[in-house]
C-alpha cells in the first residue's frame, strides 16, 4: 500500500477551496430523474448528459473531483475521447461509485444495508487502472419509529471499514458515506443525535479494519431537521450543530469533510455550507467541503431536458452552481450570486 499517494490524493480531493461532483447515479435513479422531465431512458441520453457535465468549460475552476458511475467510467464523449480521460486532461480526479445499492436489511423492516463487497478487489484493481484515483460507497441510515437500530448503523459501519480498506489496499482513497436521510418529521436535535452516534461507530470499525484516516474522505450528512419537521432551523444554526456534531465525533486526522446535499434545494445546501465556513473556516481541523450530487446537477438537468437546443445553457448551470460552492467553501457565497 503507498501511503504517501493515498494521502496526497485525499489532500488533492479538498484542496485550494475545491469541492467533488457526485455524478454517479446508478441506472434506477438516473432513470428515475430522466422520467421525471420526460427524458427518454436510453444508454445513448445517459451519455450525452454525463458529456454535458464532463465538458463543462471551466469546471476545474470549482471541482477538485467527480464520481462516475461504472456504465460512464466507459463511456466516451463524441469525439472519442474518454470521459475519464476528459476530466483527467481537465486537471479533475476520477472516482468511482462502487458500491451495489442500498437493499432491505433482513429482520429490520424499513432499514437498509449497502451492498457490493463480494468481488470488490479485483474491481478496484480495474478501476484503479483505469485512472480512478477515489472511490464512493453510500451507507444510508433511516429516522423513524424505534428506528435506527443498533444492529443497522453496525452493519453498515462494518461495511464502511471492509470497503474503506479495500479501497486504500488498492491505492484508491475511500469516500466514507453514511447518510442519515432527511425524510420524516424528526427535529434537527434527533438528527444531531443519530449522526453523531453513526459517526463514532463508523470511526470504531474504520480503527478496527486498520484504515488509515488520513486517506480517507469523510462524506456526511448536514445536521438538518427532517424534510417534514414543522421548525426549519437558519443555516447558521445548521451550521452551529453540524460543526458541533463533527467535532465531537470526527477525528482530527481526517483531511475532508465533503458533505452530500441529501435533497436540499441548490441554493439551502450553498448556503448552510457557507454558514460553515463563514463561522469556523479557520478553527477546524478538516476542510470542510461540498460532495453534492443534486445540489449542482439538478438545475442543469432541468434546463437540459434532453435537448440539444440546451446543451450549452445547461453547462452554463452547472458551473454557475459549483462556482457558488466554491464560494461557500470560501464564505463568500451570497443570495445575490444567484441573480445571473
Ligand atoms: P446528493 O448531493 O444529491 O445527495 O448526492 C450525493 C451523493 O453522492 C449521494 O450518494
Known amino acids: 500500500m503507498n501511503f ?13 477551496d475545491k469541492g467533488i461532483l457526485a455524478m454517479d447515479e446508478s441506472l434506477p435513479t438516473c432513470n428515475k430523474r430522466f422520467a421525471k422531465l420526460g427524458i427518454p431512458l436510453t444508454e445513448e441520453m445517459r451519455r450525452v448528459y454525463r458529456e454535458l ?45 462502487v458500491d451495489t445499492g442500498a437493499k432491505d436489511m433482513a429482520g429490520h423492516p424499513g432499514e437498509k444495508i449497502t451492498e457490493g463487497l463480494d468481488g470488490l478487489r479485483d474491481r478496484l484493481k480495474e478501476y484503479y487502472q483505469m485512472g480512478a484515483r477515489f472511490a464512493k460507497w453510500r451507507a444510508v441510515i ?19 471499514a471492509r470497503y474503506a480498506a479495500l479501497c486504500q489496499e488498492a491505492g484508491l482513497v475511500p469516500i466514507v458515506e453514511p447518510e442519515v436521510l432527511m425524510d420524516g418529521g424528526h427535529t434537527l436535535e434527533k438528527c444531531f443525535e443519530v ?29 438538518v431537521p427532517g424534510l417534514a419537521c414543522p421548525k426549519q432551523e437558519s443555516p447558521d444554526e ?79 448551470s452547472l458551473y454557475h452552481r459549483a462556482k457558488c460552492n466554491y464560494a461557500a467553501r470560501r464564505g463568500e457565497y451570497n443570495a445575490s450570486m444567484e441573480n445571473i
Open 142 to 160: 433511516v429516522i423513524g419509529d424505534g428506528i435506527p437500530s443498533r444492529a443497522c448503523m453496525e452493519a453498515n459501519a462494518m461495511t464502511l
Open 238 to 316: 445548521v451550521a452551529d450543530a453540524t460543526v458541533r456534531c463533527l467535532l465531537r465525533a470526527v477525528p482530527a486526522a481526517v483531511p475532508g469533510i465533503t458533505f452530500l446535499s441529501g435533497g436540499q434545494t441548490a441554493e439551502m445546501a450553498s448556503a448552510r455550507l457557507n454558514a460553515m465556513n463563514v463561522r469556523f473556516k479557520s478553527k477546524l481541523p478538516w476542510e470542510l467541503s461540498f460532495s453534492f450530487g443534486r445540489a449542482i446537477q439538478q438545475p442543469a438537468l432541468e434546463m437540459w431536458q434532453g435537448l440539444e437546443s440546451n446543451f450549452h445553457e445547461a453547462q452554463k
Open 4 to 16: 504517501r499517494e493515498l494521502i496526497k490524493t485525499a489532500k488533492a480531493m479538498v484542496a485550494n
Open 53 to 97: 457535465i464532463v465538458t463543462t468549460q471551466g469546471l476545474a475552476e470549482s471541482i477538485s473531483g467527480a464520481i462516475l458511475f461504472d456504465e460512464t467510467i466507459r463511456q466516451k464523449i463524441k469525439d472519442g475521447t474518454p470521459m475519464i480521460k476528459v476530466l483527467i486532461d481537465a486537471g479533475i480526479i476520477p472516482g468511482i461509485k
Open 195 to 223: 449522526t453523531e452516534e453513526v459517526l463514532r461507530i463508523v470511526f470504531n470499525h474504520l480503527y478496527l479494519q486498520g484504515v488509515i484516516l488520513e486517506g480517507i474522505i469523510l462524506k456526511p450528512n448536514m445536521i
